[in-house]
């Protein structure tokens, strides 16, 4: 995330970025797997557990949940793997995160192009 994505005081990254670089992750998910991208005709679920911050690395994984007809339901996860220290030594310090930190979950439902 980069300091353009910041939307509240503290460097926090609006929850909304988040879920548009999922949308996009889905959508390359989608066009690789049944080569269209379809349209997203429901957002099932979406869960926010770790806030993102301006200098963050994430990752976005996406997989097909279910096929049932022409609906395709894909879950993406995003996991922060490097943020900012609080109290840095220099101005491009990082900590790299032991364990990936799971920030957020979104299910899209898929309806393919025919």
């Known amino acids: 995330m980069s300091d353009r994505d910041v939307f509240y005081l503290g460097?926090?990254?609006n929850g909304a970025?988040?879920?548009t670089l999922m949308e996009d992750t889905a959508k390359r998910l989608m066009a690789r797997e049944f080569g269209n991208t379809g349209h997203i005709t429901k957002v099932e679920k979406v869960r926010l557990y770790e806030p993102c911050f301006a200098g963050d690395y994430l990752e976005y994984h996406a997989r097909v949940n279910k096929v049932i007809g022409d609906?395709?339901?894909v879950e993406v996860r995003?996991?922060?793997y490097i943020d900012l220290p609080e109290n840095p030594e220099f101005p491009s310090s990082i900590d790299v995160l032991p364990e990936?930190?799971?920030c957020?979950?979104?299910q899209?439902?898929?309806e393919t192009y025919k």
């Open 104 to 106: 957020t979950i979104v």
């Open 100 to 102: 990936p930190k799971l």
């Open 108 to 110: 899209f439902v898929f």
């Open 11 to 13: 460097g926090v990254v």
């Open 17 to 19: 970025r988040n879920i």
């Open 71 to 73: 609906k395709i339901v």
């Open 78 to 80: 995003n996991y922060k």
